[in-house]
C-alpha cells in the first residue's frame, strides 16, 4: 500500500511516497536506506494527497490533493510547510520541467481535457494545444525540456502516446 499511488526522489537520497498508514492518504518521506523513521509531510485527514514530484533543487514537493475539495495541484516545501494550491478546477497527473520552473499536468476541469501548465511559483495556467477530440493524460516531459509525452485514448486505435511541444505544438 505504500508507495502505490506515487514515489519521488529527493536530491538528497530520500523517498516521498504515499501512505494510509494513519487512515487517510498522506505523503512520507523516509531515507532510501531505511533509517530514522518515517516523516509525515501533510496530514489532511479524510483527503488523498499523492502522485508526489519532488524539484530537481529539492526545494518543493508537487503533488495531487483534495483538500479545497476538487482534486488539484499542490505545491509545499520539502518539509510539508507551505502549502500552495497552484491549480484551480480539477486537475492532475503532475509532471515537472528538468528546471523545475514549470508544472505540467492534465487539466480536467474542462472536456476534453488538456494538457496545461502552471508555473511552480503559481499565476495563471496555460492550456497547451493537442488534438481537440481527445483527454490527455500522464504527461512526462522529455530531459531537454522541450517535448512532453503523454497518453490518450482514440476510438480507432486504443491507448496510444502522442507528443507535443512543451509549448503546446502538435
Known amino acids: 500500500e505504500n508507495g502505490s499511488r506515487g514515489l ?46 519532488v524539484t530537481p533543487d529539492g526545494r518543493y514537493i508537487v503533488f495531487v490533493s483534495r483538500r479545497a475539495g476538487e482534486r488539484n495541484i499542490w505545491r509545499m516545501d520539502a518539509d510539508g510547510r507551505n502549502a500552495v494550491r497552484l491549480t484551480e478546477g480539477a486537475a492532475g497527473d503532475p509532471s515537472l520541467s528538468p528546471d523545475g520552473r514549470w508544472v505540467y ?28 477530440n481527445v483527454n490527455a493524460y500522464n504527461p512526462a516531459v522529455s530531459p531537454d525540456g522541450k517535448l512532453i509525452a503523454y497518453t490518450h485514448y482514440e476510438d480507432a486505435v486504443g491507448w496510444t502516446t502522442g507528443i507535443m511541444t512543451t509549448e503546446g505544438g502538435e
Do not use: M
Not at 27 to 51: C, H, K, M, V
Not at 113 to 121: L, N, Q
Open 105 to 132: 499536468y492534465t487539466d480536467a476541469s474542462t472536456t476534453p481535457a488538456p494538457i496545461a501548465k502552471v508555473s511552480i511559483d503559481g499565476g495563471e495556467p496555460v492550456r497547451l494545444a493537442k488534438k481537440s
Open 8 to 53: 519521488a526522489w529527493t536530491p538528497d537520497g530520500r523517498i516521498i511516497y504515499d501512505s494510509k498508514r494513519g487512515g487517510s492518504e498522506e505523503l512520507w518521506a523516509i531515507n532510501a536506506d531505511g533509517s530514522g523513521n518515517p516523516q509525515q509531510l501533510t496530514a489532511d485527514a479524510n483527503e488523498i494527497n499523492r502522485l508526489p514530484k
